[in-house]
């Protein structure tokens, strides 16, 4: 059921320090098995530092329920699912800030 009516104490988000991020958010790691779908290859360390840099930002920024109606934040799925796609930096920065960033205000 979804919830249509809004907090009503909000609770203030603090930053988070930079070594909890850097524990929640670890460069990603090989698939742990051969069995695992394989990753297209990325060029380069860029879209591995672009998916760690909206992740940590996606967390610092929005909460995993958005606006009154609750709807649920799917950015990190997404961000995941094209960089094991073999998406590029700027494409994951662009997916970021013009998909999710816009209509999680």
């Given at each position: 059921?979804?919830?249509t009516?809004?907090?009503?104490?909000?609770?203030?988000?603090?930053?988070?320090?930079?070594?909890?991020?850097?524990?929640?958010?670890?460069?990603?790691?090989?698939?742990?098995?051969?069995l695992?779908?394989a990753?297209l290859?990325?060029?380069?360390?860029?879209?591995?530092?672009?998916l760690l840099?909206?992740?940590?930002?996606?967390?610092e920024?929005?909460?995993v329920?958005?606006?009154y109606?609750?709807?649920?934040?799917?950015?990190a799925h997404?961000?995941?699912?094209i960089w094991?796609?073999?998406?590029?930096?700027?494409?994951?920065?662009?997916?970021?800030?013009?998909?999710?960033?816009?209509?999680?205000?």
């Amino acid at each position: 059921m979804v919830n249509t009516i809004p907090p009503a104490n909000p609770i203030p988000v603090a930053p988070s320090p930079a070594e909890v991020l850097a524990r929640l958010f670890p460069t990603p790691a090989l698939p742990p098995s051969v069995l695992a779908p394989a990753r297209l290859p990325n060029a380069g360390p860029g879209p591995t530092a672009a998916l760690l840099k909206t992740l940590k930002d996606n967390h610092e920024r929005s909460h995993v329920f958005f606006n009154y109606y609750s709807f649920h934040n799917h950015a990190a799925h997404h961000l995941l699912a094209i960089w094991a796609l073999g998406a590029s930096g700027p494409l994951i920065t662009a997916a970021y800030e013009d998909t999710h960033l816009d209509h999680m205000r």
